[in-house]
């Protein structure tokens, strides 16, 4: 197993932006290399990036185990085949933000500054700042500004 003060690193070689160290765990899946992730972030356990679209994750941030961020999905098709024409946008999220275990991040979103999203959520449109965000589909559940 790669030392965690390696993987950040290997990532960078690999044609990710990585702004300098970063906590990265073992077990995670990269789609590509259209990933940024800023300085002091944690990256848990089986962490699943979908890099159809960019991904970009903030400063301090920490991504629980087994977080998915989907950048593709599709639009409607005909009843034939439902998954008609595939589509793409990017996912942001913005500094200091936590993500629960297992929360799926849906195409085009931005997670604004200081947000917590609740284990198991399901984020499918933007989150305004220091909220705390949960559900499925996520709504904002709390006020966190301090």
């Known amino acids: 197993m790669l030392p965690r003060a390696l993987r950040w690193r290997l990532l960078r070689l690999l044609g990710m932006k990585i702004e300098g160290w970063c906590a990265i765990m ?34 301090s941030c920490d991504i629980g185990m087994q977080v998915m961020f989907c950048t593709g999905t599709h639009e409607f098709g005909a009843s034939g085949r439902r998954a008609g024409q595939s589509v793409v946008g990017p996912i942001v999220v913005e500094d200091g933000v936590w993500i629960g275990a297992r929360a799926t991040i849906l195409p085009g979103v931005t997670i ?24 499925v589909p996520a709504k904002r559940i709390k006020d966190l500004s301090i």
């Open 26 to 59: 073992p077990g995670g899946w990269y789609g590509g290399n259209d990933l940024a992730i800023g300085s002091g972030s944690t990256v848990n356990y089986g962490v699943f990036f979908d890099t159809s679209a960019r991904v970009t994750i903030g400063r």
């Open 112 to 135: 604004g500054k200081g947000c917590v999203i609740a284990a198991g959520a399901v984020v499918s449109s933007d989150c305004e700042s220091d909220g705390l965000y949960g559900g």
